[in-house]
Antibody
Framework: QVQLQESGPGLVKPSQTLSLTCTVSGGSIRSGDYYWSWIRQPPGKGLEWIGYIPYSGSAYSNPSLKSRATISIDTSKNQFSLKLSSVTAADTAVYYC???????????????WGLGTTVTVSS | DIQMTQSPSSLSASVGGRVTITCRASQSISNYLNWYQQKPGKAPKLLIYAASSLQSGVPSRFSGSGSGTDFTLTISSLQPEDFATYCCQQSYSTPWTFGQGTKVEIK
């Protein structure tokens, strides 16, 4: 079955850009009517949806991030990525990638998740 | 943004007991409501989608109901592996938003 795995630096300096990649295995990122998303969870807090991208179409990012988030997809590598610019300590969190199931039947439910990767913003 | 409010924020229950968690949306979201279970240090796991549909592989003791603004997750007979945090998520209107979570602890 489909599995997701996040990768990227665990430590990022303030004002720099956080870059993470999610590798999809066990299936093609182009198959089906799926959306590929990023979610984060600050320490001790709830989940925040960062945004998503379909394999063909435009990405959408949460306006709460004030245009700092960019989500892209590389179908040749079966990967999708997140870049978050101008990070501060408030961006310290566990970052998850997830697959959102087809909207018509599954209402975009996040049915497959990566294990998560901890990113700390600190000098 | 649509605000999702869960109650209670935590509860204590016994093995074999019945648990009910409520999620309220700040506006009508039809049945675009999903429920997740999260254990410490782990990724969330999808339990219920479209308010009442059981995700494949999830035990039938989990059920969901509701439509519009008020939704419920019920665990009919709590098992030791069910002690976790549960959260709701709306997928009616972007940005998707989550409830703050309900922690289910052992009584």
């Amino acid at each position: 079955q489909v599995q997701l795995q996040e990768s990227g630096p665990g430590l990022v300096k303030p004002s720099q850009t956080l870059s993470l990649t999610c590798t999809v295995s066990g299936g093609s990122i182009r198959s089906g009517d799926y959306y590929w998303s990023w979610i984060r969870q600050p320490p001790g807090k709830g989940l925040e949806w960062i945004g998503y991208i379909p394999y063909s179409g435009s990405a959408y990012s949460n306006p709460s991030l004030k245009s700092r988030a960019t989500i892209s997809i590389d179908t040749s590598k079966n990967q999708f990525s997140l870049k978050l610019s101008s990070v501060t300590a408030a961006d310290t969190a566990v970052y998850y990638c997830a697959r959102e199931a087809p909207p018509v039947r599954y209402h975009y439910a996040m049915d497959v998740w990566g294990l998560g990767t901890t990113v700390t913003v600190s000098s | 943004d649509i605000q999702m409010t869960q109650s209670p924020s935590s509860l204590s229950a016994s093995v074999g007991g019945r648990v009910t968690i409520t999620c309220r949306a700040s506006q009508s979201i039809s049945n675009y409501l999903n429920w997740y279970q999260q254990k410490p240090g782990k990724a969330p796991k999808l339990l219920i989608y479209a308010a009442s549909s059981l995700q494949s592989g999830v035990p039938s003791r989990f059920s969901g109901s509701g439509s519009g603004t008020d939704f419920t997750l019920t665990i009919s007979s709590l098992q030791p592996e069910d002690f976790a945090t549960y959260c709701c998520q709306q997928s009616y209107s972007t940005p998707w938003t989550f409830g703050q979570g309900t922690k289910v602890e052992i009584k």
